[in-house]
């Protein structure tokens, strides 16, 4: 028989780029018929879907930051000024001013606090967070602690009115959320992103081979400002709003909350799980208005008991089952292949012998 001829596999990230580019094809013809409930829902979850990715990179690395309303509350509060007093409207220009002033903010307690591992890395990004929130509550200049509203931003020069307004916060906010999750992946997948993998695993190993764990998680923690700051833009410009409890513990936890949700073997992990705590949030307080909360715990606590390792973990055993499914596939064909070769063999030496 001629040898079968096979096409060469796609590499690591044009699988990633090609899932990404479908994922976003499916995300905006979405758009053309959801709900307007859902609509703010879905751009609100991305949003903050932003925050809880730049968490989840933080984990891989083997910390936590309970302190990632610090970003979130600078990257709000720089969109919501750029476009009150210096008159910037662009909502993609809002967006990244917002992340880079963030990773800016970010950058000088980066290296110290990277020294730090568990409760106190967590306590002291939590202290930053609070930091802030206390300087918000006292300024005048910045609203007090009722904050300021902000107007509607426009994309490319172009106002939209009404509905197509919200429609052209969510086109950007989707679209931001599905290039930062591809690049994550494709970081995640580097041979920086395993080190990081292997320095939560056993720090003290990836040491002796010659990269340095602290470099790693300071990298990893302004990576993390950055998205946490495009996170905090978008949803200012989704909302209208911007005040101090952006910067507050509570704010930070839902973040954290999210990334437990996922776990840190999926990036799109990170974004269902966010979508799934807004719904529950929504549903639970317009049902149940004084018992959201408790409905909220026991949500987490179901993930908790048959998902100990998050959501992603379902995606980790889907791809875990497909090579066994194909050993057991291939094993069975070489076993009907053997025995029909030895039927065939059987059968000649029956009729050599007539």
């Not at 990230?13 to 609509?39: D, E, F, N, Q, Y």
Request: with cysteine.
């Amino acid at each position: 028989m001629p040898p079968s001829s096979t096409s060469p596999a796609l590499s690591a990230p044009t699988r990633t780029l090609l899932s990404g580019l479908g994922a976003l094809a499916v995300l905006l013809a979405a758009s053309t018929v959801m709900p307007k409930w859902l609509l703010f829902l879905v751009t609100m979850a991305a949003a903050n879907g932003l925050v809880s990715l730049g968490i989840v990179l933080l984990m891989r690395s083997g910390v936590v930051s309970f302190g990632q309303g610090l970003v979130f509350a600078v990257g709000g509060y720089t969109a919501a000024l750029a476009f009150g007093k210096l008159g910037i409207t662009d909502a993609l220009l809002l967006a990244l001013s917002g992340g880079a002033l963030s990773a800016l903010v970010a950058a000088p307690f980066a290296w110290p606090i990277a020294r730090y591992r568990g409760i106190f890395f967590a306590m002291l990004s939590l202290a930053l967070s609070m930091v802030l929130y206390g300087l918000l509550v006292k300024s005048e200049a910045m609203g007090g602690s009722d904050g300021f509203n902000m107007g509607r931003p426009t994309l490319l020069g172009v106002q939209a009115a009404g509905a197509l307004s919200d429609h052209l916060i969510y086109v950007v906010t989707v679209v931001l959320a599905t290039i930062s999750a591809t690049l994550a992946r494709i970081y995640c997948n580097s041979t920086r992103g395993l080190v990081a993998l292997a320095a939560r695993d056993n720090e003290i190993r990836v040491e002796y081979l010659g990269s340095s764990v602290q470099d790693l998680i300071a990298a990893n923690f302004v990576i993390a400002a950055f998205l946490g700051g495009v996170g905090g833009a978008l949803s200012v410009m989704a909302l209208g709003h911007v005040e101090p409890e952006f910067a507050y513990w509570t704010r930070s936890g839902d973040f954290v909350f999210v990334a437990i949700l996922s776990g840190h073997h999926s990036m799109l992990a990170v974004f269902v799980a966010s979508t799934l705590l807004e719904m529950v949030r929504s549903f639970s307080s317009a049902y149940f208005p004084n018992t959201w909360q408790l409905a909220l715990g026991v949500f987490l606590l179901a993930v908790i008991r048959f998902l100990p390792n998050g959501i992603g973990s379902l995606w980790l055993r889907a791809r875990r089952a497909e090579p066994s499914a194909g050993s057991a596939a291939s094993s069975a064909n070489a076993s009907a292949s053997t025995a029909t070769n030895g039927s065939t063999d059987s059968a000649t030496g029956k009729g050599a012998s007539a």
